[in-house]
């Protein structure tokens, strides 16, 4: 069965750090782009990174530039996501998505993609 599993999510304080794992099972993520969305409560999910099946591209959301890492383990068949400086405003759930192809827009556009993990940024 293809599945991607997400964790590492929590409760953080304001500044504070986590990273989020990405994890495959029945597929080899080596051969596929990955991206990360976010949905928060209330608000429709947005795309908040995506690396491309080479690792040479990463494309960020603008709200996350110089805070959030993506980055490939392939002997794991993981990817992660290193969220640092984390503020109020990243509470959401997070979702990863894999493409055989290529980055989308939209997590429905994916081949494959996850349950989500919580993150939580309060003090």
């Known amino acids: 069965q293809l599945q991607l599993v997400e964790s590492g999510g929590g409760l953080v304080q304001p500044g504070g750090s986590l990273r989020l794992s990405c994890a495959a099972s029945g597929f080899t993520l080596d051969y596929y782009a990955i991206g990360w969305f976010r949905r928060a409560p209330g608000k429709e999910r947005e795309a908040v990174v995506c690396i491309s099946k080479s690792g040479d591209s990463r494309v960020y959301a603008d709200s996350v530039k110089g805070r959030f890492t993506i980055s490939r383990d392939n002997a794991k068949n993981t990817v992660y996501l290193q969220m640092n400086s984390l503020k109020p405003e990243d509470t959401a759930v997070y979702y990863c998505?894999?493409?055989?192809?290529?980055?989308?827009?939209?997590?429905?556009?994916?081949?494959?993609w996850g349950q989500g993990t919580q993150v939580t940024v309060s003090s």
């Open positions: 998505a894999a493409d055989v192809t290529r980055c989308r827009r939209y997590l429905q556009e994916y081949d494959h």
